[in-house]
């Protein structure tokens, strides 16, 4: 795979992070010959005997994990890969002020407190799915991962300026770092996942994305600067980003009018690029959704949330399907496919492309079953001939109703008579070809990138011409 023009390519970066990040003494016993056999962009560190590629594995769009991609990592204790800027720790005052000053856009109140291991609330919110892929590679963790946030800066270094959300896995503030005085995201792990973190000391799917992201670096990923720990109990792991004032699901949620066609381009630009440097580096993000979506009021789209991200390579192993936000989820993956590829990312896609587009959910499921019929309603009901393999799958032997046409274009209209959202014949190409039921047929983020739509007028907007939005209230 070749590299965008105009990038310096994706592969050497990751590299270069890589060795310098994990030095030959930190290999593990018997991991350096598979290093010297491995010439491509892999974390050397993580493969497995049975993983040793003789040549690149984006040549099948088929592959499985790197099982051990955080499990060595845990054994490492150096300094330098946790903390980019600073090695020397600095504990600073505890904030324990109470003020008020406005946002740097410019308005809304934010309340500033102390950082304590009490932000952090005991909900419940770790879903099945995740809970799932956790057991994906359990039992290839071995020690404790507390050791590796040695020399780690304290999270007192920041100033906790607002909450912006709380996901699965962590909390996300806005905070200033008081030595530099910039605003960060600090996105606080949350460590009561489940058995797996009592034992280890540490939630995988934490140590995953920690780990994916300290070794990206493009403009459309959301960069991590550093892992700051603290708390109460000088326990707690954060996770310092640069901050983006908005999330693409916030930003569609509030606005009235669906994004034009040129916005569009310029987002999905972004988000192509973005995932071309991932695949690229053999990683597959599964869980893309607008809500994922980065986005600043300098018309820059980032992919954040790595925590169900994934290093692949060759041989296919068995691999959970419980992955993916439903609405975003393919069918290979609701039908109960074990093996899948970067695919699996372009459906998503596909998903926010017609979501961007239309500005509501192209397939608000409800269940499982409800996904699939609903996908299949829209795109027809797939058979042998045009899946080639699709009534092998686990759950395809569920009665969906027949639907012999793909019904997309209904929805997306190449003229409209009420003055709404129009797709020309490229656009819906694409649109159609990233929503390809069969994900050998569905197209790569390359063929994506190339597609002829972005150069047809309208060209996709610059970014310095992209809608600003007021920031969220939290
Ligand atoms: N760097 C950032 N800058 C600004 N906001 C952010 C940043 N990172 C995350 N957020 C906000 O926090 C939300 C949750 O972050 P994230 O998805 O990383 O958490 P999570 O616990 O993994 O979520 P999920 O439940 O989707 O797995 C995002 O949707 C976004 O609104």
């Given at each position: 795979m070749s590299p965008e023009p105009?990038?310096?390519?994706?592969v050497q970066p990751l590299e270069a992070r890589l060795s310098e990040k994990y030095?030959?003494?930190?290999?593990?016993?018997?991991q350096l010959e598979e290093e010297q056999v491995m010439?491509?962009?892999?974390?050397?560190?993580?493969?497995e005997e049975d993983q040793?590629?003789?040549?690149?594995?984006?040549?099948?769009?088929w592959g499985s994990p790197k099982e051990e991609f955080v499990s060595h990592a845990d054994n490492i204790s150096r300094t330098s890969r946790w903390n980019r800027s600073s090695l020397t720790p600095e504990c600073g005052e505890v904030m324990v002020s109470e003020e008020h000053h406005s946002s740097g856009s410019g308005s809304g109140y934010h309340s500033v407190e102390k950082l304590s291991a009490?932000?952090?609330?005991?909900?419940?919110?770790?879903s099945s799915d995740h809970v799932e892929v956790e057991n994906e590679d359990r039992a290839s963790l071995d020690q404790?991962?507390?050791?590796?946030?040695?020399?780690s800066r304290s999270v007192n270094n920041f100033q906790k300026l607002n909450k912006i959300n709380e996901g699965t896995y962590g909390i996300v503030y806005r905070a200033?770092?008081?030595?530099?005085?910039e605003i960060v995201a600090l996105k606080k792990i949350k460590m009561k996942e489940d058995r797996f973190e009592e034992e280890y000391g540490f939630p995988l799917t934490s140590l995953r994305e920690i780990n994916i992201l300290l070794s990206c670096n493009h403009p459309s990923i959301v960069n991590v600067k550093e892992v700051v720990v603290g708390g109460k109990n000088d326990n707690d792991v954060y996770m310092v980003m640069e901050h983006l004032e908005h999330d693409l699901r916030g930003v569609m949620d509030r606005k009235k009018e669906p994004f034009s066609t040129s916005e569009v381009k310029c987002l999905m630009m972004q988000l192509l690029e973005g995932l071309s440097y991932l695949h690229t580096n053999w990683?597959?993000?599964?869980d893309l959704k607008p809500s994922n979506l980065l986005m600043n009021n300098s018309g820059e789209l980032k992919i954040c949330d790595f925590g169900m991200a994934r290093q692949y390579g060759s041989p296919i192993k068995p691999y959970t399907q419980?992955?993916?936000?439903q609405w975003y989820r393919p069918p290979e993956l609701l039908l109960g496919a074990k093996e899948y590829s970067t695919a699996v990312d372009m459906w998503s896609v596909g998903c926010i492309m017609a979501e961007l587009l239309s500005?509501?959910?192209l397939f608000p499921g409800k269940s499982e079953l409800d996904q699939l019929q609903k996908i299949f309603a829209v795109l027809g009901t797939p058979n042998e001939s045009i899946?080639?393999?699709?009534?092998?799958?686990?759950?395809?032997?569920a009665k969906f109703p027949s639907?012999?046409?793909?019904?997309l274009r209904k929805k997306f209209p190449a003229i409209s008579f009420v003055g709404g959202q129009i797709l020309s014949e490229r656009g819906f190409d694409l649109l159609n070809s990233l929503l390809s039921l069969d994900p050998e047929k569905r197209l790569t983020v390359e063929e994506a990138l190339n597609h002829g739509w972005f150069h047809e007028v309208p060209l996709p907007k610059s970014k310095d011409f992209m809608p600003t939005y007021p920031p969220k209230r939290c």
């Open positions: 105009g990038y310096v390519s994706p030095p030959v003494d930190d290999l593990e016993e018997g010439q491509e962009p892999v974390r050397e560190s993580f493969l040793v590629m003789q040549e690149p594995p984006m040549k099948s769009r009490d932000d952090y609330s005991d909900r419940e919110c770790c404790g991962g507390m050791n590796m946030l040695l020399g200033r770092d008081e030595k530099t005085k990683i597959i993000h599964r419980m992955v993916i936000t500005q509501k959910p899946w080639p393999g699709f009534s092998s799958f686990p759950n395809a032997k639907q012999p046409y793909n019904m």
